[in-house]
């Protein structure tokens, strides 16, 4: 696989990954060089991993291209070196950017298949990011490129049904796409949740916590969701506001924290491995999600909200178009994005009414059902056995040695946007 991120924290790619290696499958990465690994090469989980020394110093336009770029030409060059003797039979990448498809080129002219699973989508990520108007020059060429990229595959990927919708109107063939939800591997969480009750005896002594767990950057509206806290503060007697994860906002996040006069019933948690977060999220009763809207962000599914729900933890969401299409009002505790003061309302909504967080926990999990790893998982790897089920045969005769199946999916070129 090819992700641009660091591979052991790109929880989307690796649930992939190790599906493919469960079902008896062989995976290479090739990803970023991190600070939990240092080596040029290892193995996790059974997948074999290869990294590039780049990094991620991500902000100006320039910036993102230099580091586009540099990783582009390492993976196609590593593809081409490798494909001679790993026999690829796919390549699934992962965007941003979406040109990260054609690095896959080499593999393309020995045959293999290439998915490109789009992550995001682009041409709203960079109005978002860069308060670009539609018409403008850039925005016009990401959207060409975009379109270029997807018809180059041979199978493309989208995270939820409204950007399928939104790139079929683009140009994408509904037929040639396939909708694979952000969702998160429940085995993970299991342990934890059963462990639920012990940690919440172990918490301290909040009454009542609600928790945000990942980066802390302007998105995904810290900021609001302390300022709602403040506004409450009076009508939630003993109740905490845990924030687990690091980021640019932090010390902005904590100066406010200070200003509205809140004291230790903010905690600022620190970052852990993706390992730990179920533990931590076990001690809470609700998660925040507090993601602004604007026209990139609305088509939005963080992987947070399936964790929440799968933990039996109520959940106060902000009312973003993707999550109210999978997910009721008596589902989730939605509020109007971007407002302190609706938010506040909900949090003491679900703060005094504990009827109301048994309700809105059952709901979430029955409406999460159809949407859960197990069932992308399965469709995902569906996908990959219609797709690659003619060259597997092939490369099984062209094995004199060999009696098992044997797939080599070089995978998932994914840029972390932010």
Not at 21 to 33: C, E, N, T
Not at 189 to 204: E, V
Request: with cysteine; net charge positive; hydrophobic share 45%.
């Amino acid at each position: 696989m090819l992700v641009q991120n660091y591979y052991e924290i790109d929880i989307r790619v690796r649930r992939k990954a190790e599906a493919l290696i469960a079902a008896g499958y062989s995976v290479d990465v090739l990803a970023l060089r991190s600070s939990f690994s240092k080596e040029p090469v290892y193995k996790l989980e059974g997948v074999t991993v290869y990294t590039l020394d780049l990094g991620k110093k991500r902000g100006s336009l320039v910036r993102y291209g230099y580091e586009y770029a540099a990783f582009f030409v390492w993976a196609f060059v590593k593809l081409w070196r490798l494909m001679p003797q790993r026999k690829y039979l796919m390549v699934d990448i992962n965007t941003l950017p979406d040109f990260l498809v054609f690095a896959a080129l080499p593999a393309r002219l020995r045959g293999a298949k290439l998915v490109l699973d789009m992550h995001e989508i682009t041409p709203e990520f960079y109005m978002s990011k860069y308060e670009m108007k539609p018409g403008a020059l850039l925005v016009r060429v990401l959207g060409w490129i975009e379109k270029i990229s997807f018809k180059f595959a041979d199978h493309v990927i989208t995270i939820n049904e409204p950007i399928q919708r939104l790139l079929e109107g683009r140009g994408l063939r509904g037929s040639n796409s396939t909708v694979i939800m952000n969702s998160v591997d429940e085995g993970i969480f299991a342990a934890a949740r059963k462990a639920s009750l012990a940690d919440q005896a172990n918490r301290g002594k909040a009454g009542f916590i609600m928790m945000y767990h990942g980066t802390l950057t302007h998105i995904y509206g810290l900021d609001i969701a302390i300022e709602a806290f403040a506004i409450a503060r009076d009508r939630l007697e003993g109740a905490e506001f845990w924030i687990l994860g690091n980021g640019p906002e932090k010390g902005a996040l904590q100066e406010l924290c200070i200003k509205r006069g809140l004291g230790d019933r903010v905690k600022f948690l620190g970052s852990v491995l993706p390992e730990q977060v179920p533990q931590l999220l076990a001690q809470c009763d609700a998660g925040v999600l507090a993601t602004r809207r604007d026209i990139f962000l609305d088509y939005s599914f963080s992987n947070k909200l399936s964790e929440y729900i799968i933990m039996g933890k109520a959940v106060i969401s902000s009312r973003l178009r993707a999550i109210r299409h999978y997910f009721t009002e008596d589902a989730l505790a939605f509020f109007e994005p971007n407002n302190p003061a609706s938010l506040a309302e909900q949090m003491v909504r679900v703060y005094q009414n504990k009827e109301l967080q048994e309700k809105l926990k059952q709901k979430a999990a029955e409406e999460y059902r159809p949407i859960c790893w197990e069932v992308m998982k399965e469709r995902y790897l569906t996908m990959v056995q219609n797709l690659t089920r003619g060259r597997e045969a092939s490369s099984k005769r062209g094995r004199e040695d060999s009696t098992d199946r044997e797939l080599q999916v070089a995978g998932s070129v994914h840029a972390d946007n932010r």
